[in-house]
């Protein structure tokens, strides 16, 4: 990550591969505890399927509905044998349930078919997880990248009725694409347009941070120093409407050091800073 920070964005999918590959050889050795069951249906689509990672004496832990990223057009819950697992694992033996979502890709699927999948995934929860030791009043959302984009507009946005008594108990932010926007420094901007269009105003709609509210649900947010670009900015930006609507700053974390695929790729590794903030959110909320 020292070698390949500084020129991130110039290469974003060889510096990925090259870093979850580096990190995917040390979660080879990282400790798996968890029950698991893979490929769970949530609805009628070939990707409307979940993974399931519970504690091994699991009984009414908190859950995390995790959507893994993917610039709106790419990714699945399974990007190697080791990522996006490795979130499932580390949240497993640390006595929360991570169900890990994938969720239908644009060009096919155009905004907002993504978040009505997160939407219907977190239904499905409430519904089912008790039967793998979750607790579903306990639902908090989590994504990373373009998924940050999918959860976050499920809890802000009322449209996707998380708002109500089918209120989530809180948001997780990872690097996340919390404005969508197709700017000339954006190398993925067409991708954007693939799943958004290229209207102003439709862009602002499905920005997660056009929906911040006095109300909004408590909100974490975290991110690295080597972001793709423009990434950063977006974090902080909600970070920014979020301490201006309801006048205290929220939980946030900046990893020094750490690109993008990095601040993925870390979790149940040595590293839990990210990890354990994270949990400590979940208890305060």
């Not at 009505?116 to 793998?132: H, L, S």
């Not at 996340?176 to 954007?192: D, I, L, Q």
């Not at 990095?262 to 305060?284: P, W």
Request: hydrophobic residues 40%; glycine residues 8%.
């Amino acid at each position: 990550m020292a070698e390949l920070g500084p020129k991130w964005g110039t290469d974003i999918r060889t510096h990925a591969k090259q870093v979850l590959d580096a990190f995917s050889q040390l979660l080879e050795q990282a400790p798996k505890e968890a029950k698991v069951a893979k490929d769970v249906a949530y609805g009628s689509h070939p990707r409307h399927v979940v993974d399931i990672y519970s504690p091994r004496s699991a009984a009414s832990a908190p859950v995390i509905v995790f959507a893994h990223g993917g610039a709106f057009v790419d990714g699945n819950k399974d990007r190697n044998p080791e990522i996006y697992a490795n979130v499932g694992w580390y949240f497993a033996r640390n006595s929360a349930v991570l169900v890990n979502t994938e969720y239908r890709l644009a060009p096919e699927f155009k905004y907002p078919a993504a978040t009505e999948d997160v939407a219907a995934a977190v239904e499905w929860v409430r519904g089912n997880i008790e039967r793998f030791g979750g607790d579903p009043r306990r639902v908090f959302v989590m994504g990373h990248s373009a998924g940050a984009c999918h959860v976050g507009l499920y809890a802000y946005d009322p449209r996707f009725g998380a708002v109500g008594p089918k209120q989530v108990s809180g948001l997780i932010v990872v690097s996340g694409r919390v404005r969508t926007e197709n700017a000339p420094e954006n190398p993925n901007a067409k991708k954007v347009e693939a799943y958004v269009g290229g209207d102003v105003d439709a862009l602002e709609l499905a920005s997660v941070v056009s929906h911040v509210t006095r109300t909004s649900v408590p909100t974490m947010v975290a991110f690295g120093e080597w972001e793709n670009p423009l990434l950063d900015l977006h974090c902080i930006e909600l970070l920014h409407r979020l301490s201006q609507c309801q006048r205290k700053t929220p939980r946030v974390v900046r990893l020094s050091g750490y690109t993008h695929s990095g601040m993925i790729g870390h979790f149940n590794t040595a590293e839990e800073r990210v990890g354990q903030e994270i949990l400590a959110f979940i208890r305060e909320n």
